[in-house]
């Protein structure tokens, strides 16, 4: 078989088996997905499951979701709202409307606007399990541990002065690699984290942050940073937004600390691959997809 025929073989089954073939790793791949100015990320576990978490400010969502997934896939085993604000939450309307879910995990805090009420609602009739964040339940995902760190408590019916900080923050693990993923939380949730963290109760160090509220100088303090010791720092934002994300003192930072950023308003979507380390699958993505990244851990 040439080469040629070889690479049409593929694209055909490809087809075939409703899979991208060059989208199958041996590890966890994360896609930030390129939603404008919010949070949709998916996770899919080495076994093709797939967790969405956020959903960001439009249906633009499906597109993506339509990009990244197999041809007429319609099957999320988790969805999770990190908080109520509406860049995380609107686009996750549609997708509980077009989606089979299977679990939905969210944070229950109280905010006052008609697209949440909207959303709590469709969680009140959804048909499976509906969890509530809080740090001592985790979850198993095929070969993936979505360790939940914040919040320490159940916060449902809670008011926050600033919702960001109400935000469910979930470091997702496989293996030795793993990505944290901030959600919106600032500064206060950063400090108890580390507290936390000083007293031996949570492991922060990852291979990957999703830098917490979008790159903003509102979180991402130097000596948060410093605790993860991440090799990437990946940030959700829209091509020039009003807020002026990501804020140069965090990108400063990052650079500090010898991080390389990765930047949906620059880039696109973002596609990660863990425990890429070369082989058949390696070498297919490089063909079909250049542009996605292959992580390997550089920790002993």
């Known amino acids: 078989m040439n080469f040629k025929l070889f690479l049409t073989f593929v694209a055909a089954l490809d087809v075939f088996m ?19 100015q919010g949070d949709a990320i998916l996770l899919t576990t080495p ?23 197999p041809p007429a896939f319609r099957d999320l085993d988790l969805v999770v709202l990190t908080h109520p604000h509406l860049d995380h939450l609107a686009g996750l309307v549609p997708v509980l409307e077009r989606f089979e879910v299977g679990a939905l995990l969210v944070s229950g805090a109280a905010y006052d606007s008609e697209a949440y009420e909207y959303f709590l609602d469709q969680v009140q009739g959804f048909d499976g399990p509906v969890y509530f964040a809080e ?17 320490f408590s159940n916060e449902v019916g809670q008011s926050f002065e600033e919702p960001n900080n109400s935000s469910v923050v979930i470091k997702a693990e496989w293996g030795e690699e793993s990505v944290l993923l901030m959600g919106d939380a600032e500064k206060e949730v950063e400090a108890e984290l580390l507290a936390a963290w000083e007293e031996g109760e949570i492991d922060l160090e990852a291979d990957v942050l999703k830098a917490g509220h979008h790159g903003s100088d509102s979180s991402s303090t130097p000596e948060f940073l410093e605790a993860v010791s991440a090799e990437w720092m990946l940030i959700s934002c829209g091509e020039g937004n009003s807020y002026g994300h990501p804020r140069q003192v ?30 058949f699958y ?6 079909f997809a250049p542009r996605e990244r292959s992580f390997s851990s550089k920790r002993s």
């Open 250 to 279: 965090t990108l400063d930072k990052a650079a500090a600390l010898g991080m390389t950023v990765f930047r949906t308003d620059t880039e696109g979507r973002i596609s990660v691959v863990f425990g890429a380390d070369g082989g």
């Open 135 to 151: 740090a001592d339940t985790d979850f198993r995902v095929g070969s993936v541990t979505l360790d939940v760190l914040y919040p």
């Open 18 to 36: 409703g899979v991208n073939l060059w989208r199958l790793s041996a590890g966890l791949r994360v896609d930030v997905l390129d939603i404008g």
């Open 282 to 287: 390696s070498w297919i993505r490089s063909i």
């Open 47 to 69: 076994e093709q499951h797939h967790i969405l978490i956020d959903g960001g400010p439009d249906a633009t969502v499906l597109t993506e979701l339509g990009e990244v997934l």
